[in-house]
């Protein structure tokens, strides 16, 4: 597996500039002769489609929703980084930079960083430029927050809304693009396949998710953005629809898959109620600028909370760990994400959580009501407030709320160089289905700068130079989907599809799903351990069993047919999540997302192992009856030397 | 749709406005309703024209809106309710059927007079018309009209025999036919409520109005269509309780 | 956080595809938990379909956080059920009480035509914003993000207009399947801040064309679409865009506004 990064020459701040230099450019009048197709709408896909129909490609999109301005992008609340220093906080690309590999804990690749850090600007011009409305303040100046922990406010956002605005501005590009016929949109989609001829990536299949019809889609270029894999935990913040069904069938077919072990799991969501549960809804993290959070010092009266006999604003102040202040004083409350889970994570297993299952610390707003009056607080976090009680029929204003972490975002991805492309050539990964840049934690604010980072301003130019570089003008647009290649692939999915229709067994996929989300939350999860994760291996191998021998589907191929989609997400998820676990046993350190519960210190923070593993973990996939091969991509640091990452 | 009905409320306000001259004395409707009939330069035409085409305009775009809507659903919801829609608004459809026979009813009453044929028999006379415009011009203020056509159509005659409108309408919604005058009644409570959606919609329609203004519009709305009903109702509501009376019975013509 | 359990009849209409006649099913629900939403209460009512060998109820829905507009269902006759300002997934069981029934269509309008059961198809809505829902720039050359201030207040209105998560929901409640709250949200937010001004008309003339040519009903001004919206878009951008168009189509008239 060719894992040669391609990193520019130069200093970092140059990286970029000679990158686009070096780029072979197409002659305007050859574009349209050349065909690309984008997976995915969401900020990334949409990005990316909506760029390249703009520079005159000939573009198709595919989205599995019914309309390209519903993918999950939409959800983000918080708000988009960028360096701009408007706030005059002393912030630059330099520091965006720093904070982002420091805040991944020193496991993302740093020129691919440095580029991020450096278009983040643009992103807000042109988002600016395509009538996003923003938030700003009376002098007409856009507005910024400070957001995730950050130390500047670096973070522009539009309401809690701004994964939503920011998508629509990318859809209003796409839809312009549309109108004018360059790009061909296609709703409803699913993508079951990419296509390889002689080891280059020249089409996908998909299924027509309202007939069941299996198409054969040709094109010079492939840009996979179809998002991560939180799915896997079934339980996640993620859409229901979400899955890593594109980014694993292009793994199958020879795209290393990096770091899949790096999740996130988000601090603040609402806990868990029941077995009827389909999803966790995320609380905006804003919430932790005025709340504090807790749970009570002893398990008596912890469980006296649980099980109603005390009301939490019933225990005296004396009797509460307001442990995220006392562990990290200079931080407190703002700790990221993925320390501010974990210390979640240990006062609940050690009995003291104050939800009915057990699961769920509090989030406290009664001392900032009292400091600043409850109208602050609804001005601020109203909405929030309304969500909350809607969803849990409890009015935070009253009581604390309870909040516990959940998955939320996938660090780990399709391995991709410089130019975005995986190690199939022609076969591109944008926004969070690649792995590229927030190592083992991704900060605030921060996917959204990436996936209209990869959608705006990598992925146009980096196709470009593939196209202008790898595919003679003479044969451009010039595949036949006749071609053997086609006919294999579009046979493998319609076998899996016939397959999974034929079993007739007795497990829904909705319950194996369900069973699954289970192992990987309880073995993968939070904490890892090395036991635990050869136990879950197994578990995935007999669930993976059960599924092919038990599951039941009703209905068949040629309608739309829910309960078949549901089936081979899963299906996928259930090859996926075992390589999830391998990835997580092999790398016998703490960082980040990633907590070995091997490697921690005595106050329990993690423990990074630099000498073995500063490295990425690049996957190849050998066959399921085969562990996967392991490749290593190392890392290296020029410009921020590695450090412990402390927020004490 | 917003265009033809701002012409008709136009119309309506003012022959509201007309109307309630029968809580005055008898001459001022009389005179009113003879110098409309007479109006210069074939003006009455032009304006029963206008009216005409207003009305034709506005069930013609009312039917096509009903049409176009009605295919735009073609499968109706089993579960049927509502939100905030007020019932008025609901009900436009029908109110303005009803009022579109009402308007005929009311032509056909007043206007051409064929449901009452004697009507066209009764008869006034009016003393100073023209000339020296003496005593009326006092009472009235319709002696306008007198500088118009000085030297029209206008009998040089001290004294004119016309039309007694006042009597008319009194015997029109007399107790004998208190049905009809339940009918106006009724058909003025419809207008009302079309109106009451109709202007502020008209606002809305046209696009003059904003978040400041929609409160305003919605009750100007809301005044406007009580007046109406209130002005327009009352004369029934006289005649029937005797408040006014016809000045010529109408047995005084057979 | 109380949770009980309630049992509710549900009537829900069945369709296999766009060209079947479809008809209403009732299905009895056992004990569900009241702290459950409607769409999980679906998602367990199609676990039992399956066990029953019955083909489960397709409905859409997607993020179940209230903010991607996919999933739709008239409950009882309103889109979204009638709590205020909530899209479906975000309503819960504890708004029905035990012994409910409770109706669910699917989204009735002729642009919207069922695709299966309570799946419908809502292209349209794309088709109208590839008509002019955008700022016409190319992406990578715009100018400073604070070279052009703009009010406070404006953005605010911007962005009470682009808070439209694009559900349906308007035309589905609107008696007469109207899509104007859904267009003049869209026309609003581009024409009133400046990046749209300079295509202001030729938007207002393209977007509403593509509206009228899709099939939806005329607006007459109920106010119902409103109501129903999960994200309270105010009628009187439909005011707003009505102005708009006809300011558009005077200048149109007068050749002031170039080929549309």
């Known amino acids: 597996m060719n894992l040669d990064a391609n990193i520019p020459e130069g200093p970092i701040e140059q990286k970029w500039t000679n990158a686009k230099f070096k780029y072979k450019l197409v002659n305007p009048a050859n574009k349209r002769k050349y065909s690309v197709i984008v997976v995915g709408s969401g900020l990334a896909g949409a990005g990316a489609a909506a760029t390249l129909g703009e520079l005159g490609y000939n573009v198709k999109c595919f989205c599995y929703q019914d309309s390209p301005r519903r993918a999950h992008s939409i959800a983000a609340q918080g708000g988009i980084n960028a360096a701009k220093n408007y706030q005059n906080d002393g912030d630059s690309i330099f520091r965006l930079f720093y904070d982002t590999v420091k805040g991944g804990d020193f496991r993302s690749r740093e020129a691919n960083v440095y580029r991020l850090a450096e278009v983040s600007n643009n992103i807000i011009d042109q988002c600016v430029a395509q009538g996003v409305p923003f938030a700003r303040e009376y002098g007409g100046m856009l507005d910024n927050r400070s957001f995730g922990g950050a130390q500047v406010s670096r973070t522009f956002y539009a309401r809690g809304q701004t994964g939503q605005q920011l998508l629509l501005g990318a859809y209003h590009s796409l839809s312009r693009q549309i109108g004018l016929g360059q790009v061909k949109m296609y709703n409803r989609h699913e993508m079951l396949d990419v296509v390889l001829i002689d080891g280059v990536a020249k089409g996908i299949i998909t299924r027509n998710l309202v007939t069941g019809k299996i198409d054969r889609w040709a094109a010079d270029a492939v840009v996979l953005a179809t998002g991560g894999y939180s799915t896997v935990f079934f339980l996640s913040t993620n859409a229901a629809g979400c899955n890593v069904t594109a980014a694993w069938r292009a793994h199958r077919r020879g795209a290393g898959f990096a770091n899949p072990c790096y999740t996130q799991i988000h601090p603040t969501c609402i806990p868990q109620e029941g077995e009827h549960q389909s999803k966790l809804t995320l609380m905006s993290e804003s919430l932790r600028n005025d709340g504090r959070v807790w749970v009570p010092k002893s398990k008596d009266v912890a469980k006296k909370v649980r099980l109603g006999e005390m009301k939490p604003s019933d225990v005296a102040e004396e009797d509460r760990d307001y442990y995220l202040e006392r562990k990290y004083p200079s931080f407190g409350n703002l700790a990221p994400r993925d320390i501010s889970s974990r210390a979640a994570k240990e006062a609940c297993d050690d009995g003291r959580g104050v939800a009915p299952t057990g699961f769920g610390v509090f989030l406290d707003f009664a001392d900032a009501i009292n400091r600043l009056g409850k109208h602050v607080i609804e001005e601020r976090y109203g909405n929030l407030f309304d969500m909350y009680e809607n969803i849990t029929g409890v009015n935070a204003y009253e009581q604390p709320m309870q909040i516990y972490p959940a998955p939320h975002y996938t660090m780990g991805g399709l391995w991709v160089d410089y130019n975005l492309m995986t190690s199939i050539p022609g076969l591109f990964a944008a926004g969070e289905c690649n792995f590229s840049d927030h190592g083992a934690n991704r900060l605030g604010a921060s996917a959204l700068m990436q996936g209209l980072a990869d959608g705006y301003f990598v992925v146009p130019y980096a196709v470009g130079n593939y196209l202008g570089s790898e595919v003679p003008i003479g044969k451009a647009g010039k595949i036949d989907i006749n071609d053997p290649a086609f006919a294999e692939a579009e046979d493998a999915v319609r076998s899996k599809i016939d397959k999974m229709l034929s079993i007739k067994g007795h497990s829904s996929p909705r319950s194996i799903h369900i069973e699954l989300g289970k192992i990987m939350i309880n073995h993968c999860g939070m904490a890892r351990d090395a036991d635990g994760l050869k136990e879950a291996i197994s578990m995935i191998r007999d669930l993976r069993q059960r599924f092919w021998k038990d599951l039941k589907l009703p209905g068949s191929s040629h309608e739309l047919n829910i309960e078949l989609e549901r089936a081979g997400r899963v299906a996928d998820h259930l090859e996926f999540a075992e390589l999830m676990c391998y990835d997580a046993l092999d790398r016998d350190e703490s960082c980040g997302g990633h907590f070995r519960v091997e490697h921690q210190t005595e106050e329990g923070e993690a423990t990074r192992d630099d000498e073995n593993f500063s490295h990425v973990s690049v996957w190849e996939f050998k066959g399921l009856d085969q562990p996967p091969q392991k490749h290593a991509e190392p890392l290296v640091f020029d410009y921020v030397k590695p450090g412990v990452r402390s927020y004490k | 749709m917003a265009l033809s009905g701002l012409v008709l409320v136009g119309f309506v306000c003012g022959h509201m406005l007309g109307n309630l001259q029968m809580f005055l004395h008898s001459d001022w409707i009389n005179e009113y309703a003879y110098k409309l009939q007479h109006l210069p330069y074939g003006l009455l035409w032009v304006v029963r024209t206008v009216m005409l085409i207003a009305v034709v305009a506005h069930v013609i775009t009312a039917v096509m809106l009903v049409l176009e809507n009605h295919r735009a659903r073609p499968e109706k919801y089993v579960a049927r309710d509502t939100l905030q829609a007020s019932f008025a608004s609901r009900t436009m459809r029908y109110t303005g059927f009803i009022l579109f026979f009402f308007i005929i009813f009311h032509l056909m009453h007043f206007t051409i007079q064929n449901v009452h044929p004697e009507f066209k028999d009764l008869e006034v006379r009016l003393e100073g018309v023209s000339g020296s415009h003496g005593s ?42 208190w049905y009809v005058s339940v009918f106006y009644i009724i058909s003025m409570g419809l207008l009302c409520y079309h109106l009451m959606h109709g202007i502020s919609s008209m606002f809305q329609s046209l696009g003059l109005r904003n978040a400041i203004w929609r409160v305003r519009l919605d009750r100007i709305a809301l005044v406007i269509s009580l007046v109406v009903f209130v002005g327009f109702a009352s004369i029934p509501v006289a005649c029937l309780t005797g408040l006014i009376e016809p000045i010529t019975p109408l047995v005084a013509v057979h | 956080m109380s949770e ?85 997934c975000q309503l819960h069981m504890r708004s029905f009480r035990d012994g409910d029934t409770i109706t669910i269509e699917p989204y009735r309008s002729k642009p919207f ?12 809505m794309d088709t109208i914003m590839q008509a002019g829902g955008y700022v016409t720039q190319r992406i990578g050359a715009a100018q400073d993000a604070n070279a052009l201030p703009i009010s406070k207040e404006l953005a605010d209105k911007a962005m009470d207009a682009a ?67 999960p994200k309270g878009i105010s009628l009187d951008f439909i005011a707003r865009m009505n102005r708009d168009y006809a300011v558009a189509s005077v200048k149109q008239f007068l050749g002031m506004v170039g080929s549309v």
Not at chain 3, 113 to 124: K, M, S
Not at chain 3, 175 to 192: D, H, I
């Open chain 2, 136 to 177: 009326l011009e006092s009472r009235t203020i319709w002696g306008v009209y007198d500088k118009l056509s000085a030297h029209g159509e206008f009998p040089e005659s001290e004294a004119l025999a016309v039309h007694d409108v006042y009597s008319m309408v009194a015997i029109g919604f007399s107790p004998t036919y």
């Open chain 3, 4 to 88: 009980r359990n309630i049992s509710i009849t549900l009537k829900v209409w069945r369709q296999k595809d766009a060209d079947s006649a479809g008809a209403f099913e009732t299905y009895r629900m056992e004990s569900v938990s009241t702290s459950s939403s409607f769409l999980e209460m679906l998602d367990l009512l199609n676990e039992q379909l399956i066990e029953e060998d019955k083909d489960p109820i397709a409905f859409d829905h997607d993020c179940r956080e209230g903010i991607c507009g996919m999933c739709s269902l008239v409950i009882n006759g309103i889109p979204h059920g009638k709590n205020k300002l909530q899209t479906t």
């Open chain 3, 113 to 124: 035509p069922v695709t299966r059961d309570l799946v419908v198809d809502r292209t349209p």
């Open chain 3, 163 to 229: 808070a439209c998560i694009g559900c349906g929901a308007c035309v589905a409640v609107c008696p007469n399947a109207s899509a104007m709250l859904f267009t003049s949200a869209k026309v609003s937010q581009l024409n009133m801040l400046p990046q749209g001004k300079p295509e202001k008309d030729r938007r207002a003339l393209r977007m509403v064309g593509a509206m009228d040519a899709a099939g939806f009903g005329n607006c007459t001004n109920i106010g119902e679409c409103e109501a129903a919206c």
